[in-house]
């Protein structure tokens, strides 16, 4: 029965990080997609550190986000694939709180350039498209996040056994 309640809780906990993520995008659309971006939902991307539900949650939350947001089919694919790159990431990190967000930086600002040259025609140098993203991807991840982190932190039985220590 236990891992009943588990499997049901990690299924609820993942649909609700994939509704929050499309929520979050599509209500801050005009900063959420473009060559310079800053996805409020991304503040999402700490939640590894709290569940593993977080990361079939963020990378579905990711793809509906971006087919409802009128994306490109290879930002569906490829933007996608950089949320679950940074979501795996993260939860091989999670022992240490400041590396979560790591990966997803990584991946998407090496990724994302590549989509919005080849997938939006944006016409700007590649490295500047990466800082951009990078700039972006730094305030979403790092400083929303950590912020909604510590909020987290100070919330028992959110996640129930999964919560990492301070």
Avoid: H
Wanted: contains cysteine; positive net charge; aromatic residues 10%.
């Amino acid at each position: 029965m236990k891992d009943r309640k588990t499997s049901v809780r990690l299924l609820t906990q993942g649909a609700v990080i994939a509704a929050l993520y499309v929520a979050l995008t599509l209500v801050f659309a005009p900063i959420s997609f473009g060559a310079m971006q800053v996805r409020v939902s991304e503040a999402l991307t700490i939640l590894p550190l709290f569940t593993p539900a977080a990361i079939p949650g963020l990378f579905l939350g990711c793809v509906l986000a971006n087919l409802l947001g009128s994306a490109v089919l290879l930002d569906v694919v490829f933007g996608s694939l950089a949320t679950l790159i940074g979501a795996v990431g993260g939860w091989l990190l999670r022992k240490n709180r400041w590396l979560v967000p790591v990966p997803t930086i990584v991946s998407n600002t090496l990724i994302i350039p590549l989509v919005l040259r080849y997938g939006y025609g944006v016409d700007l140098p590649l490295w500047l498209s990466a800082v951009y993203i990078l700039v972006g991807e730094i305030l979403g991840c790092y400083v929303l996040g950590e912020l909604f982190a510590s909020v987290l932190l100070r919330r028992e039985k959110i996640f129930g056994a999964n919560r990492p220590s301070r």
